[in-house]
């Protein structure tokens, strides 16, 4: 097969395939510099790749004088994170403007408050990817990297963005304890990227709710909690429908399970 390369990856070595075809680089991507690298040229989802691009050119009148990032979002924390904290996708004007997880929106602004207050983050605030903010112990990440119209990913979109995922689960294998997941759909894909990462998820499959707890084995013996939380839209915070006590309460637990601030 002819291939073209791409893109460089973080040590120099150019991605084996065009940006058009980049989840195809992701299962050979050596550590999560590289796997960074790559989401951040992908243009494989046509809709999407248009989408981020528009909002990006056209902005909200609050951000005109803004730069801004309008690219795929890659994964934001350690590399030997204890915890990873799995979304939906960017938002048009948070992530996407920002060029980090949940950085200038008001999901945010709950997600990182509450991230603070049971101290696995240093501030709780989020407002630019170069802000200084830093994660004790946790990643944030996505299943779908590029902020779709509306919210909605199609599947196809989510099945081309999968390997994204997969990957950061593989890369992250050797630490991470804790998978908790912000709404239905992110449990949906995680559930798919962790049976391609060698986990071994039951069937039927585990079904999502609020304070859910699974826990699943891998092949080699190592074992995952996967905790379920609503979203932190704001369709569930401004009705209540989620509050920081319970955003709060399932992070203070994943922390616990990861035993993260509990090594030294
Ligand atoms: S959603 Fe994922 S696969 Fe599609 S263009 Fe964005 S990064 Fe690439």
């Keep these: 097969m002819a291939v073209m390369a791409s893109e460089q990856a973080a ?3 150019p991605f084996r395939h065009p940006p058009e075809q980049a989840p195809l680089d992701a299962a050979a991507v050596v550590d999560l510099d590289e796997l960074d690298a790559l ?3 992908c243009r494989a989802c046509p809709r999407l790749v248009a989408w981020r691009e ?3 050119r056209v902005k909200r009148a609050a951000f005109r004088d803004q730069e801004y990032w309008g690219r795929p979002v890659p994964g934001f924390g350690p590399h030997d994170a204890s915890i990873l904290i799995v979304g939906l996708a960017p938002a048009a004007h948070g992530a996407n403007r920002t060029g980090r997880m949940f950085t200038g929106d008001r999901s ?3 997600l990182y408050a509450a991230m603070h207050a049971v101290g696995l983050a240093s501030r709780p605030v989020a407002v630019w990817r170069d802000d200084g903010l830093e994660l004790y112990g946790t990643r944030i990440s996505a299943p779908v990297r590029c902020a779709p119209p509306a919210n909605k990913p ?3 979109e989510r099945h081309r963005c999968a390997p994204f995922l997969a990957r950061e689960l593989e890369l992250l294998g050797g630490t991470v304890r804790v998978v908790v997941v912000l709404g239905g759909f992110g449990w949906q894909a995680l559930m798919a990227s962790l049976m391609d990462a060698g986990w071994l998820v039951p069937r039927p499959r585990p079904r999502f709710g609020h304070g859910a707890r699974v826990r699943i084995a891998h092949r080699d013996g190592r074992m995952l909690d996967v905790l379920g939380c609503f979203h932190v839209s704001q369709q569930n915070t401004f009705t ?3 509050t920081p006590a319970m955003v709060e309460e399932v992070l203070a637990k994943a922390k ?3 035993g993260v601030g509990t090594d030294d």
């Design 11 to 13: 040590g120099g070595v």
């Design 39 to 41: 989401v951040t040229t």
């Design 54 to 56: 528009e909002v990006a």
């Design 108 to 110: 945010g602004e709950v």
């Design 154 to 156: 199609t599947p196809d």
């Design 240 to 242: 209540g429908r989620l």
């Design 256 to 258: 616990q399970l990861a």
